[in-house]
């Protein structure tokens, strides 16, 4: 997908990139159609290895506050993931400052769960959930020392209320300053936020949380039967906080939190999940953060869709009445 926050750069520029990183040249090379943020492009090696080099947005463009020198963050997540046995691309090259930052990641074999769904069985497709609530469960195991977004000073906090609500503030602000369509005031939102905060201060120890475990972010390899999960990609919207946000992503317009196979792999890989009112309220926090941000966004992606703007409108509207 088009977006204005996608980096342009000639072929040639994005072969000297990989050549200065890793000492080899580039003998094809392709600007992939995937992501809706960041660009992407496929180069082969000319000792047959092939990369994957992610480029972050030019310094002009327009982006919501919490997104500003994202990279980091998923530079920052591949060492912390690595031990865990969860799939991913492995972290080649990381240049994070200069005109160009970038990442540069080992390719993976595998198809997009949304495209490869019609040819799983039904059997399949449950086993495939379970072993993602174990790689889900593999990341939460995973503990920092504050809450918040690693790259950024000022959205990190000793307690996850602090955090969570200045998230918020931030992208609230960001709705002012883009004018977002949203169906409340932002100020409304914001003390409807404030008025469910209390179940944050349940939350006690900081757990890394990918926050973007949407089907199209978990590539299938189909090449094997059973199949089995290739790679879990785009780490970049990491943060430090709840394990519990996650199922939001999971299912963005649904409930993972009561997908009974998705549970099963979680609880026996040790995640720890009891749907307390608690529970409940923190859940419809995180719901409304992601629909926030993906009405928010709309504008400075230059986005264009209204059914998918009303289905996200019509499932925030449903927390903050909740």
């Known amino acids: 997908m088009d977006a204005h926050t996608k980096r342009r750069l000639p072929e040639a520029e994005v072969n000297g990139l990989v050549h200065r990183a890793l000492g080899r ?29 992610k480029l972050s947005p030019p310094a002009d463009a327009t982006l919501l506050a919490y997104e500003r020198d994202i990279i980091r963050t998923e530079a920052m997540f591949y060492p912390l993931a690595e031990g865990t046995g969860v799939p991913q691309p492995r972290l080649l090259h990381a240049c994070l400052d200069g005109p160009v930052p970038h990442l540069i990641m080992t390719a993976v074999e595998g198809i997009p769960w949304p495209e ?36 950024l000073p000022g959205m990190r906090a000793a307690t996850w209320k602090e955090a969570f609500l200045t998230m918020v503030d931030g992208l609230l602000a960001d709705a002012v300053r883009f004018d977002a369509d949203l169906p409340w005031p932002a100020g409304e939102i914001a003390r409807a936020v404030r008025a469910g905060a209390g179940a944050l201060d349940e939350v006690t120890e900081p757990a890394l949380v990918h926050f973007d475990l949407w089907p199209g972010n978990i590539l299938l390899d189909l090449g094997r039967r059973p199949p089995r999960i290739a790679a879990l990609i ?43 009112e ?8 995180y719901r409304t953060y992601l629909y926030l941000i993906m009405i928010i ?25 909740r």
Do not use: C, N
Not at 118 to 134: D, I, V, Y
Not at 241 to 250: H, I
């Open 116 to 151: 490869a769904a019609e040819r799983l069985a039904e059997e399949e497709s449950r086993q495939l959930r379970a072993t993602l609530g174990q790689y889900v469960a593999a990341l939460h195991r995973v503990k920092g020392t504050e809450f918040g977004y690693p790259h």
């Open 25 to 53: 040249r580039a003998v094809a090379a392709r600007e992939l159609g995937a992501g809706t943020f960041a660009a992407l492009w496929r180069v082969r090696l000319d000792d047959g290895r092939e990369v994957v080099v």
């Open 297 to 321: 966004e709309e504008k400075p992606r230059g986005f264009d869709d209204a059914d998918r703007h009303d289905r996200v409108v019509k499932g925030l509207l449903e927390q903050l009445i």
């Open 278 to 285: 608690g529970a409940l309220t923190r859940l419809a926090l």
């Open 234 to 276: 785009d780490h970049e919207r990491a943060f430090w906080g709840d394990p519990l946000a996650d199922f939001v992503s999971l299912d963005v317009y649904g409930r993972a939190e009561h997908d009974p196979d998705l549970l099963r792999g979680y609880r026996q890989a040790g995640g720890r999940l009891e749907l307390t």
